[in-house]
């Protein structure tokens, strides 16, 4: 895995404050922003249209902790909501400026923010909490959400849970995709004995090559077919035969499994209840196939 030291950035929420952040997605970004992203946002936005928007005022303040390249702020936008989103990488951010540029962005860290305003509900999708590497630290997360919500406002997340990886991080490729521009492939891991693993991003882009064209992006084309997943991730596994030149990068994002009771129970010393768990689809069971989707509220005072 990758090994790097934080380094410090000032809080745009704050001017002249520095906060720690980590920014090993500044890699992906560009990726990120093109793949992943956007693939992830159609889910999690009917989540967040099912637990979070109902009975929200127009121009309610939403913070989208962990906001990547901003897929979700820019419908929310749309929706007539006020939206601030905060990341620890600064090439995320400045995906998301372009992506939804009427947004608030602050460049920090999740277990160390703040807000001039309180915020009338808060989410953080697509696993990011799971880069939270211990539930002390989660629970500064969720004390510092807590801080800047108004009360009696909702705060809404998934994270992957101990059995679901278990059953599905297990050091084979999930999923990738060749494109004339650009190739990726994600290898997830995973030790059930500490609860920690990391996925593998494998990236490659021409650089100073050419695009694939001609007979190489026919090849292309025909294995982004689903049924031919198997031969398209053995293909950028070796991705100097189809495309010599361009430039590789492999860059490894660590994770922990946090139990769930371990969860519900931060969130509740946190402060938060009206506490319940589901699949993104709403239903109560969560089991290896699901994620754990968790909705709760800032108590009154």
């Not at 030291?5 to 992906?28: F, H, K, L, M, Q």
């Not at 989103?85 to 939804?100: F, H, I, P, V, Y």
């Not at 009696?152 to 278990?166: K, S, T, Y």
């Not at 090559?209 to 049924?227: D, E, I, K, Q």
């Amino acid at each position: 895995m990758n090994a790097r030291t934080p380094d410090i950035a000032a809080n745009d929420a704050a001017a002249g404050a520095e906060v720690e952040r980590y920014s090993d997605y500044d890699d992906w970004a560009w990726l990120y922003d093109q793949t992943v992203g956007p693939d992830y946002c159609l889910p999690q936005y009917r989540f967040l249209q099912r637990t979070l928007l109902p009975g929200l005022a127009p121009g309610a303040r939403l913070l989208d902790l962990c906001c990547g390249s901003g897929q979700l702020i820019r419908p929310l936008l749309a929706d007539g909501f006020r939206v601030t989103g905060l990341d620890g990488s600064s090439a995320m951010l400045e995906c998301a400026r372009r992506n939804a540029p009427g947004g608030d962005y602050l460049l920090a860290d999740a277990r160390n923010f703040s807000a001039s305003e309180a915020f009338d509900g808060a989410f953080s999708t697509s696993a990011s909490l799971n880069h939270i590497a211990s539930v002390d630290e989660l629970r500064q997360v969720f004390e510092r959400v807590h801080a800047v919500l108004a009360p009696g406002a909702r705060f809404v997340f998934d994270l992957n849970h101990p059995a679901q990886m278990e059953r599905w991080w297990r050091g084979r490729p999930l999923e990738g995709e060749l494109r004339p521009h650009f190739a990726w492939m994600i290898t997830p891991f995973y030790d059930a004995t500490t609860q920690t693993g990391f996925f593998r991003v494998a990236m490659a882009r021409p650089g100073d090559g050419m695009p694939l064209s001609g007979w190489r992006a026919a090849v292309a084309s025909l294995l982004s077919r689903p049924r031919f997943i198997g031969l398209r991730l053995a293909l950028i596994r070796r991705i100097a035969l189809i495309a010599p030149g361009w430039q590789r990068q492999s860059v490894d994002y660590g994770v922990r499994a946090h139990a769930l009771p371990e969860v519900e129970a931060a969130l509740r010393a946190a402060g938060f209840g009206d506490l319940r768990i589901e699949t993104v689809e709403g239903h109560a069971t969560v089991d290896e196939n699901h994620s754990a989707h968790f909705i709760c509220r800032k108590e009154p005072a």
